[in-house]
C-alpha cells in the first residue's frame, strides 16, 4: 500500500474548507485528509468516505471525466478542481446537464474534489504501459519466453527493444 501526501493538496483543502463552510466533512480526525490509494498493474484503488472527498488522480494518461469516474458513477455527485493560476473552479457535475460541467477530464497528479453519497471504493485504470520484457542468458544470443528449455543458468529479463538493440535476436523454439 502507497501513501501519499499532497501539501499543496492540503493547502487546497483548507480554502475549499473555507470556502464550503459546514458542508463539508471530509476532514475529520480520525481519517486522513487525503485519501489513501493502492495501485496493482492496473488499476489504482482510493477508499472514498461519504461527503466530500479530496484525492490524487494517479493514472498515467489523462482519463475522460466519465470513464475516470464509471465505478464510483452511481454515488458520486460532483467532482471540482481548483485551477491556482485562475483561481477558479472548474466541476463536473454526475448526470447533469452539460452546461453545468466544465471539467471534462482528470489529469495526471491534479488533486479533486469528489463528492459521494456513501463510502465507496473508486477504482480507475493506471494505464501504464506495460514492459515488453524477453529474457536473455549471459552466453546466448538469443532472447527468450520466460520458461523456454533454452533458458537455463543464469538469465535476465530485459526489454525487448533493448535486447534487439544488443543484437540479440528471437529464439526459434519459444518464438517470443
Ligand atoms: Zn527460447
Redesign the pocket.
Given at each position: 500500500m502507497k501513501r501519499r501526501g499532497y501539501l499543496p493538496l492540503l493547502m487546497v483543502s483548507i480554502a475549499v474548507g473555507l470556502v464550503l463552510g459546514g458542508t463539508f466533512h471530509c476532514i475529520s480526525t480520525k481519517r486522513d485528509a487525503v485519501a489513501a490509494e493502492t495501485q496493482d498493474s492496473q488499476n489504482i484503488t482510493t477508499q472514498l468516505f461519504i461527503g466530500w472527498n479530496l484525492v490524487a488522480f494517479s493514472s498515467a494518461k489523462p482519463l475522460p471525466i466519465d470513464e475516470a469516474l464509471l465505478s464510483i458513477s452511481n454515488v458520486c455527485i460532483s467532482a471540482w478542481e481548483y485551477d491556482a493560476s485562475t483561481s477558479d473552479w472548474h466541476r463536473h457535475i454526475l448526470g447533469g446537464p452539460a452546461f453545468l460541467s466544465d471539467l471534462h477530464e482528470l489529469n495526471p497528479n491534479h488533486g479533486y474534489w469528489l463528492y459521494v453519497t456513501q463510502d465507496c471504493i473508486w477504482t480507475y485504470p493506471s494505464q501504464q504501459p506495460i514492459p515488453d520484457l524477453v529474457y536473455i542468458t549471459k552466453t546466448g544470443t538469443?532472447y527468450?519466453?520466460q520458461g523456454?528449455q533454452?533458458?537455463w543458468g543464469s538469465s535476465g529479463a530485459i526489454e525487448r527493444s533493448e535486447a534487439i538493440k544488443l543484437d540479440y535476436t528471437a529464439?526459434s523454439?519459444?518464438n517470443?
Open positions: 538469443k527468450h519466453r523456454c533454452y533458458l529464439c523454439v519459444c517470443p
